[in-house]
């Protein structure tokens, strides 16, 4: 493919247009920059993707007046300041960063046949900066993996993000909609340890509350449970020496889980506010406060500190009824009208506000949020779920991350290369990283205007 | 396209392996003219065996045989790639919250039945003094041959011993082990590594215990039984006859009705109907219990044809039949005596009416639907990929897919759909899913019978693979004899039984093999089932890679 050769810097803080820059949000405090935190001794930053399918309303362009349909995503401004676009208009009470522009600058392999679709490539750009896997693609049943883990792995995994705090899960996965395209592969998680590895997000309020606020910890229960488990262990080593390549990885995989479970089971209780145990249903926006609020009483007593929340799963068939529209919203994005998408575009972003509420609420005593302390990473599967476009990639950064993230600040990119947002983020937590990206898409420039 | 499908007796080349003569009926070289008058056939090619995790069906029932019931605590959810979640058990790992599930699962069963004095001495047989005595010990090896489906090694024994001697209270000790054993790998994974067979380089045989597994776990969903893991420990599986004499009597037994809806289940796609959903504006006759009449009627057909008939199973493609209660009467116009919302009757339809077999249900014609409106094209390429295991390729990059453009004025569905037919770019394709999808018109997207849409007339006439045909019960006549079915049937079966895809490259033969098998017994399901386990495949593998 070629590669787009317009300077980043060209569009960089409003300069190619001389855009007027304007605080909109409603709290000026919230716009101002604040000194890092990081070094202070605290409890360190919290990652996560907050991730809605299918992408956004289609319209012929993006960040310019137009025939046809509007771009109510792309801000009329770029650099500090920014007003947020009508589709935006839900996280406005929260500190958060936009770039637009981005596409996969990841190959497309000839065979086998089907890799460059936006449901795939887009994804698989979005969460690991990589393309699919062309061994055991299969387009025509939707059958593909990931070749590497998603970035919410590389972070939870990272050695200099877990130091010397470790927490108790060393990551959440967390779902809203049940909805599936299929059943199997990323139509049903988002986040992957690696090929075929699938981390796939608990979407029951009630058994999330178990997880996080129910399960025996600490008592001889907990350690007669936790002290069987190395039984376990030493009984597979018997398996494992005749097992292949492949099939030892997965074994692998197990057991180094099941050092997790045991390491969980044999720590001491830790105090949280018990939430009580949460209602079900209603609608998709009073779901997501559910395993929001969740979420933010686990992540202030320091359960985790990375997580991913799929508030709807690639090619998602939710049917958002509650705003009129009866068929699934794939076919919606197919077969259906513009004004449909858009309103169906309005409820996830205004699930994604309703998300970082719950973040925002829970202050710590020197009167810093979660959200101070975040960085959400907020994206989809592709720009225009239409013709599947990923020529415009939703990138939505919110929260400071203890002081390194520069909210207020619109980028734009056009055909910029996807993994400058994934390095952003790396070195907005706070992880020196040279470089990032893969199969073509490797850079070592992130956005350094959204850094502090 | 269509597979050739050669009679299962001429592959007779002795330069086959002794076992592969003896599936093919070639046995004895000095009868029958079958064995010299046919040309010799390609060689079977034997692939790595597959590792898998039970699924969670198969992993509770085993539980189930072990503890009796013990409830349905949370484990992990199969996933399905290419229709089977034995072939997301085989390539999927377990994620971490995952491995937590059969932890807390462990907890949860071994709970239930130890802290209750009644049932936790029923299942140890005798009351332990101590943890080390002869009663804990015989349970230990009972429960963990019928857990590992093969004898403990000493290692293992002593292993479990010593988890149990790990508490003073001996019903604490072996309730501890039983929940290691539960989360054993041995025991939530199943191998298929075999030893080397001393008669070919590169070939290893499935030992009998292995085999046992296998059969168990395919044929019945759950773990071998105690006559079988007899079989097993007396080395009978590999004795002449012996495996198919254990064959024939788990065939036999009803507990392989469960594996056969299984299979259904995921052949048919009802994890897909599960997920499917009307428009009740649409269609204002849409229930909860429409829909789950609907799942229910689908394997009643499969049930009937299969058990009760044990007729040529590519009839639930043809069969005037069907099987409904209060609802779905009401749902598809018939007036059936005796239906209420529990009772299922069995009504003979026309033999020419348009609802024939499977295609002619809810559950096809609902899943293959959108929430409004028919899907020809989703209809087509269910028959065209599911049933005849043809492949549809991806459409091309940057189409427009919008078909509800304005023109001026209103189009029907499939009037728009012959853009796509028009257009190069989309036509091939097309062409090989919405003739064939055409033909199920007179079905709404809710199933229901429609004599024509909004006043318009409704146009069912279509195609299938360019034969020309109107509406969808010439359809089901044509696939009731149609040469690919049963080659596709088996394949799907195969991949089922296998849990992983199969290789064109390398598994031909060995699908020809056993589709003429399935032929050659009328196409019954059992012949199909019998021939899969009966086929060298099933106990043969090569050995993996590292170990060659």
New interface residues.
């Given amino acids: 493919m070629t590669r787009p050769t317009l300077s980043r810097r060209t569009f960089l803080r409003g300069a190619a247009r001389g855009a007027s820059v304007a605080l909109a949000l409603p709290t000026l405090e919230a716009m101002l920059p604040r000194t890092a935190r990081a070094d202070e001794g605290g409890l360190g930053p919290i990652f996560g993707v907050f991730f809605w399918a299918n992408g956004l309303p289609w319209h012929a362009g993006h960040g310019s007046a137009q025939a046809g349909p509007p771009d109510l995503w792309t801000p009329g401004e770029t650099g500090a300041g920014f007003t947020p676009s009508a589709l935006q208009a839900p996280l406005a009470g929260h500190p958060f960063s936009v770039v637009t522009g981005l596409t996969p600058w990841t190959d497309i392999p000839d065979s086998p046949?089907?890799q460059?679709?936006g449901h795939m490539r887009g994804f698989m750009v979005a969460l690991t900066s990589d393309r699919p896997r062309s061994e055991g693609f299969?387009?025509?049943?939707h059958?593909l993996t990931a070749r590497r883990q998603t970035i919410d792995q590389v972070v939870a995994r990272d050695a200099r993000f877990i130091g010397d705090r470790q927490t108790r899960f060393?990551s959440l996965?967390l779902g809203v909609s049940t909805?599936?395209f299929?059943?199997?592969?990323h139509w049903?998680a988002i986040s992957y340890?690696g090929p075929?590895?699938?981390?796939?997000p608990?979407v029951d309020p009630g058994?999330l509350y178990d997880?996080l606020f129910g399960a025996p910890t600490g008592d001889a229960e907990a350690g007669?449970?936790a002290?069987?488990?190395d039984?376990?262990v030493?009984?597979?080593a018997?398996?494992r020496a005749?097992?292949?390549?492949d099939?030892k990885?997965?074994?692998d995989?197990?057991?180094e889980?099941?050092f997790?479970?045991q390491r969980?089971?044999a720590l001491d209780d830790i105090a949280c506010d018990d939430p009580g145990r949460p209602s079900t249903g209603g609608d998709l926006l009073s779901q997501t406060g559910i395993m929001a609020e969740l979420l933010a009483t686990g992540l202030a007593c320091n359960l985790t500190r990375a997580f991913s929340f799929m508030l709807t799963s690639p090619a998602t068939?939710h049917?958002f009824t509650e705003v009129g529209v009866?068929?699934?919203m794939h076919?919606v994005c197919?077969?259906?009208?513009w004004e449909d998408v858009h309103a169906i575009t309005e409820v996830q972003m205004t699930c994604f506000g309703r998300f970082l509420d719950a973040l925002a609420s829970r202050v710590d005593p020197l009167g810093d949020s979660l959200l101070d302390r975040a960085l959400i990473y907020g994206t989809s599967e592709y720009g225009e779920g239409?013709?599947?476009?990923v020529s415009e990639m939703p990138v939505v950064l919110a929260g400071r991350a203890d002081g390194r993230l520069v909210p207020g600040v619109h980028v734009r990119d056009p055909g910029g290369n996807m993994a400058r947002a994934h390095l952003t983020i790396l070195r907005g937590l706070g992880l020196a990283t040279p470089s990032f990206g893969f199969s073509g898409s490797e850079t070592t420039e992130g956005f350094d205007e959204l850094l502090a | 396209m269509t597979l050739l499908v050669a009679p299962p007796a001429v592959r007779c080349d002795m330069r086959l392996a002794p076992l592969l003569l003896a599936f093919l009926g070639c046995a004895d070289t000095s009868t029958g003219p079958a064995a010299v008058a046919h040309p010799p056939a390609a060689e079977v090619t034997f692939v790595p065996g597959a590792f898998g995790r039970l699924t969670t069906r198969q992993y509770r029932n085993l539980v189930e045989d072990l503890l009796g019931d013990v409830g349905e605590p949370a484990l992990p959810a199969d996933t399905n790639p290419y229709l089977f979640e034995s072939i997301g058990a085989t390539t999927e790992p377990l994620s971490e919250s995952g491995v937590q599930l059969y932890e807390e699962h462990a907890a949860a069963v071994t709970e239930a039945v130890f802290s209750e004095p009644g049932r936790r001495r029923a299942l140890v047989g005798c009351e332990p003094e101590t943890v080390t005595d002869a009663c804990a010990l015989a349970f230990l090896q009972d429960f963990g041959r019928r857990a590992y489906r093969r004898p403990l090694t000493g290692t293992e024994e002593a292993r479990w011993l010593s988890v149990a001697a790990a508490s003073s209270d001996p019903w604490v000790g072996l309730r501890s082990a039983v929940s290691g054993m539960l989360q054993s790998p041995w025991v939530v994974y199943r191998t298929e590594l075999g030893s080397p067979d001393p008669d070919r380089s590169g070939l290893h045989r499935l030992d009998d215990h292995e085999l046992a597994s296998r059969l168990a776990f395919v044929l019945w969903n759950r773990g071998p039984d105690d006559a079988l893991l007899d079989a097993a420990d007396a080395g009978r599986l590999s004795e002449p006859g012996g495996l198919e004499a254990e064959v024939d009597r788990m065939l036999a037994d009803t507990r392989v009705r469960q594996s056969t809806e299984v299979f259904f289940e995921q052949y048919l796609d009802l994890a897909r109907f599960d997920r499917s959903a009307p428009d009740p504006g649409t269609f204002p006759s849409w229930t909860p219990a429409l829909k789950a009449a609907m799942r229910s009627e689908t394997l009643l057909l499969v049930d009937e044809l299969v058990y009760r008939k044990d007729a040529d199973v590519r009839r639930i493609f043809s069969q005037r039949r069907a099987f409904v209660n209060d609802v779905l009467a009401d749902h598809y116009g018939l007036d059936v005596p005796g239906a209420s919302p529990i009772t299922f009757v069995p009504v003979d339809l026309p033999p020419d009416a348009e609802r024939a077999g499977v295609l002619g249900l809810g559950a096809f014609l609902v899943m293959n639907a959108h929430a409004t409106e028919t899907s020809p094209t989703l209809r087509g390429k269910y028959v065209v990929e599911r049933v005849l295991c043809s492949t549809v390729p991806p459409p091309p990059g940057d189409i427009e897919l919008d078909l509800s453009e304005e023109t001026g004025e209103p189009q029907s569905l499939r009037e728009r759909l012959e853009q796509h037919r028009d257009d190069p770019a989309c036509s091939a394709c097309h062409a090989l899913m919405d003739p064939t999808g055409f033909l199920f018109e007179h079905f709404d997207a809710s199933g229901a019978w429609r004599a024509d849409d909004d006043g318009s007339p409704i146009d069912a006439t279509g195609a299938l693979q360019g034969q020309e045909l109107d509406g969808a019960g010439a359809l089901g006549d044509m696939l009731a004899t149609h040469p690919s079915v049963g080659p596709c049937m088996t394949r799907q079966y195969y991949r089922h039984a296998h849990g992983r895809l199969d290789d064109d490259d390398l598994e031909s033969v060995t699908l020809e093999q056993i589709s003429g098998a399935f032929a050659a017994g009328g196409h019954r399901f059992g012949a199909l089932q019998r021939a899969v386990v009966l086929h060298p495949s099933f106990r043969f593998v090569a050995a993996p890679a590292e170990a060659r």
């Fill in positions: 046949a089907g460059g679709d299969d387009h025509p049943t059958t060393r996965e909805a599936r299929h059943d199997y592969g049903n340890n075929d590895a699938l981390n796939p608990e058994r997880r007669r449970r002290a069987l488990l039984a376990v030493d009984d597979a018997s398996l005749r097992l292949g390549a099939d990885a997965r074994l995989a197990h057991l889980h099941l997790e479970v969980r089971l068939t049917a009866v068929t699934d076919t197919h077969a259906g009208t239409y013709k599947h476009g």
